[in-house]
Nanobody
Framework: QLQLVESGGGLVQPGGSLRLSCVVS????????IGWFRQAPGKERERISC????????DYADSVKGRFTVSRDNAKNMVYLQMNSLRPEDTGVYYC????????????????????WGQGTQVTVSS
């Protein structure tokens, strides 16, 4: 049974950094594209980053490009999101999502409406 658990959230000052982790259990991680999403208060959940099965391809929302870095370690069943230069608008609940996409090892993002979600981790950027 596929299960995802996020961790690493917390309260950080503007300009600070956090590293989120997502541990994936019950499956072989290298069969799955992984996405990071966030949901700010009163807003819809948005995709902010993705990484392909082989780590060969990544994708970032414009709002986080140059500040966030996604990575994965398939041997450890772990996916990470390094977040630097954090801003108050980065506040929200961060989720990881796994999808066994049929498009090959270089397809970065989970498909809309498909895949499995973690329970989320709260990130608050405030002084």
């Amino acid at each position: 049974q596929l299960q995802l658990v996020e961790s690493g959230g917390g309260l950080v000052q503007p300009g600070g950094s956090l590293r989120l982790s997502c541990v994936v259990s019950g499956v072989t991680l290298d069969n799955y594209s992984i996405g990071w999403f966030r949901q700010a208060p009163g807003k819809e959940r948005e995709r902010i980053s993705c990484i392909s099965r082989s780590s060969s391809a990544t994708d970032y929302a414009d709002s986080v490009k140059g500040r966030f870095t996604v990575s994965r370690d398939n041997a450890k069943n772990m996916v990470y999101l390094q977040m630097n230069s954090l801003r108050p608008e980065d506040t929200g609940v961060y989720y990881c999502k796994a999808d066994r996409t049929p498009y090959g090892p270089n397809w970065p993002c989970p498909r809309p409406g498909l895949g499995s979600w973690g329970q989320g981790t709260q990130v608050t950027v405030s002084s």
